[in-house]
């Protein structure tokens, strides 16, 4: 239920099926990604689902063993480029998928992942377009 007491996603609560509520639109990512837990000096896997230029949704392999308010740094790679992103938990949709607010980004790091978004769209023309090629 979201704060209105309405429905807000299936079953599973798939970050999906709620409506959009940020100003960057989220950009579907598939790629493995690592969680480093700053206060529990531990990491957690799992795989990076979206990206914006504000956050990210991760699922993770085991129960996310932290709630909200979190400080973690979240590290993924997208067509051979790294990340390594400070952030926030912001929201954990299921035990498995958490939501992560990035924070303190430099200039540098931000103009690389706005590089990286500009990157994820190309290539999700180039996915749409190659099934009008081949047929």
Not at 67 to 84: A, H, M, N, Q
């Amino acid at each position: 239920m979201d704060l209105e007491g309405k429905p807000n996603g299936g079953a599973n609560g798939s970050p999906a099926q709620r409506p959009e509520r940020r100003k960057e639109s989220r950009h579907p990512v598939d790629t493995s990604a690592v969680i480093y837990l700053i206060d529990l000096a531990a990491k957690v896997q799992g795989r990076i689902l979206d990206v914006s230029l504000h956050g990210c949704c991760i699922r993770t392999h085991q129960r996310f063993p932290l709630g909200i308010f979190r400080r973690v740094e979240t590290e993924f790679s997208f067509e051979g480029l790294p990340f390594r992103l400070a952030g926030v938990t912001q929201a954990l949709y299921d035990p498995r998928t958490v939501g992560i607010r990035f924070l303190d980004m430099s200039e540098r790091k931000r103009e690389q992942l706005v590089q990286l978004i500009e990157e994820i769209d190309e290539f999700q023309k180039r996915e749409k377009a190659a099934p009008a090629l081949d047929g």
